[in-house]
């Protein structure tokens, strides 16, 4: 009874330290699914070891019941015996109590578990499973009492598997959710006192979101490298070119350093807008009062001779006297990618135009071009780490093609979003919306 006790104890230490882990999501994926594994199998053991004495349990507690309305003073033994079969007694009621409460953090963890789980007896019966578990199987709308229940035949494979060779099999499982949803399966045998199998958990991992972040881990390294090389190897070429030329030519040379001193600029702004990439998560918002007319106007006075150069025209229709509260440097940041990007694409001579409004809800931030425009194709990956729609301009021009992903990024860092508007060869609209609650006050007009 004590080493029953003893694991009911264990089981509810664990039990609240999965709950403090939920709290304060410590630990990754391997870490849980072995301490999922060691609370589920500790509190099923524990369970199935009361349930077996139980019945014996309850009677001698009856006859212990029974004692207690008697006289014993005159016998010693008798006594003690008495008083043995009370201590039994409420010692019996104390495992009751800590059985009803393991039982009970035990199905709360199953309603707050996000992993999917079952537990399959040798008679193909699911003992219990998550509340979750339908979430992985939206195509059967039952309850889950048989092995059978689950849709998925390769699920159902790996536990007969499992039954048969008593080792842990962890594999990982496409076609979920219409091909979406990819999970990895583990499957663990419970043995019994003669290492046979006797049940079997299944826990179901969703896999999507890391497997979804190593591809664009791999497709942003990929890209980073494919941008650095070219403006290297331009860097290289030409500068062995000019080691091999003759010492009079001059004019040739000049042309040779040009190109390179702009290949390495090309090559500093990828790296710097690598870094900001890579800085932009761990962000603390410095927040101060913005003036929003005056702010939008500077960034623009800040391009003008970039404008100049493409007789560019720059226009503004914005909302009076706006006050608002917001971190000035990543703001600026994505004004400047805007506005840079509407330059970049737009011909000489055309007109570019920030329009600012305010509604109830929020204020929005529109950079207008009569640029070459984006097909409705590309609009979908615009925002993409070096997706560029126009490869050749944009690196002629200085682009790396990490300018719109930043703008995303910073948007959401300021509880806002970035959207685009724009058709080929009418030029392109894009806004960034912010709420309405950073506005901090009105100007007198």
Known sequence: MRKSLSILAITNILLWLFCFFIYFDYGNKQVWISFIILLILISVFAIKNM????????ELVENAYTLRYYNYSSDETIQELNHILRNFRNQTEQQKA????MSENLQALLSHLTMGMFLVDRKKNI???SKSLPNYFPDTKIDYKVLDDISRTDIKSLVKQTFLSTKTIKK?????HEGDLILEVTVVPILNDVQE???VLVLLYDLTMIRNYEKLNMDFISNASHELRTPVTSIKGFAETIKSMPQDEEVLKKEFLDIIY????RLEHIVEHMLTLSKVKKTQL???DIDLN????YIGNSLKHQLQQKHLHLKYDLEANVIIESDKYLLSQIILNLLSNAIRYTEDGGDIMVITRETKDNITICVKDTGIGISQLEIERIFERFYRVNKGRSRQSGGTGLGLSIVKELSQILSGKISVSSQLGQGSIFTLTLPSSIISEKKEA
């Open 197 to 199: 199998t006797e049940q």
């Open 172 to 176: 990982e499982l496409r076609g979920f």
């Open 98 to 101: 800590s059985i009803k409460g």
């Open 286 to 288: 410095q927040k101060t």
């Open 127 to 129: 003992v219990i499973h």
């Open 262 to 265: 702009n290949e390495s600029l």
């Open 51 to 58: 349930h077996d004495t139980q019945n014996d349990l309850d």
């Open 294 to 297: 005056e702010f939008l106007q």
